[in-house]
T-cell receptor, first 109, second 115 residues
Framework: AQRVTQPEKLLSVFKGAPVELKCNYS??????LFWYVQYSRQRLQLLLR??SRESIKGFTADLNKGETSFHLKKPFAQEEDSAMYYC???????????FGTGTLLAVQP | GAGVSQSPSNKVTEKGKDVELRCDPI?????LYWYRQRLGQGLEFLIY????????KSGLPSDRFSAERTGESVSTLTIQRTQQEDSAVYLC???FGVGLTGELFFGEGSRLTVL
């Protein structure tokens, strides 16, 4: 079964500290993985996708097939990064994303 | 419109009543998705439309739930004989074409409260 696990409901860090939001997935094939973000009072929106290998707002995420992980990282957190982050998996021919339960990132001043 | 539009934004209903939730996708987006988000939980896939067809209804939790799409545009999610466990935020999203690029454009959601 396809599944996405985000073990932390809440991650609280101080401004300037490194951030790592954990995501593990369960899928036997070659997955496509994404991070979505929801800022306060805004819509859920795409942050980044693993196939693009891009850095968005200083965030990066590397797909580790051996560990079946796709952790989201940023070296220096900013207050404006505070938001709800969702990891999502597209596991094959089905055109749907499977989402994790989300992690609330709180960056303290 | 500029984005995905959902209505109503909030709906309070009594147990046993039927509700209809509406989604207007971004113009030109052929794929449309419904997700449900219960308090403290992730997004739960309900149904997906490609054009007016629904190739994947696997997430609909019971036969009380149904959805349709017309004119490759507006979609309506109907919940019959609502139960308290149906209380959630119902999110609609749309995207371009067949094949998933990963970028779903979400609406603001319809918050349903069943008393």
């Amino acid at each position: 079964a396809q599944r996405v696990t985000q073990p932390e409901k809440l991650l609280s860090v101080f401004k300037g500290a490194p951030v790592e939001l954990k995501c593990n997935y369960s899928y036997s094939g070659s997955p496509e993985l994404f991070w979505y973000v929801q800022y306060s009072r805004q819509r859920l929106q795409l942050l980044l996708r693993h196939i693009s290998r891009e850095s968005i707002k200083g965030f990066t995420a590397d797909l580790n097939k051996g560990e079946t992980s796709f952790h989201l990282k940023k070296p220096f957190a900013q207050e404006e990064d505070s938001a709800m982050y969702y990891c999502a998996l597209n596991g094959g021919a089905t055109n749907k994303l499977i989402f994790g339960t989300g992690t609330l990132l709180a960056v303290q001043p | 419109g500029a984005g995905v539009s959902q209505s109503p934004s909030n709906k309070v209903t009594e147990k046993g009543k039927d509700v209809e939730l509406r989604c207007d996708p971004i113009s030109g987006h052929t794929a449309l998705y419904w997700y449900r988000q219960r308090l403290g939980q992730g997004l739960e896939f309900l149904i997906y439309f490609q054009g007016n067809s629904a190739p994947d209804k696997s997430g609909l939790p019971s036969d009380r739930f149904s959805a349709e799409r017309t004119g490759e545009s507006v979609s309506t999610l109907t919940i019959q004989r609502t139960q308290q466990e149906d209380s959630a935020v119902y999110l609609c999203a749309s995207s371009f074409g067949v094949g998933l690029t990963g970028e779903l454009f979400f609406g603001e959601g319809s918050r349903l409260t069943v008393l």
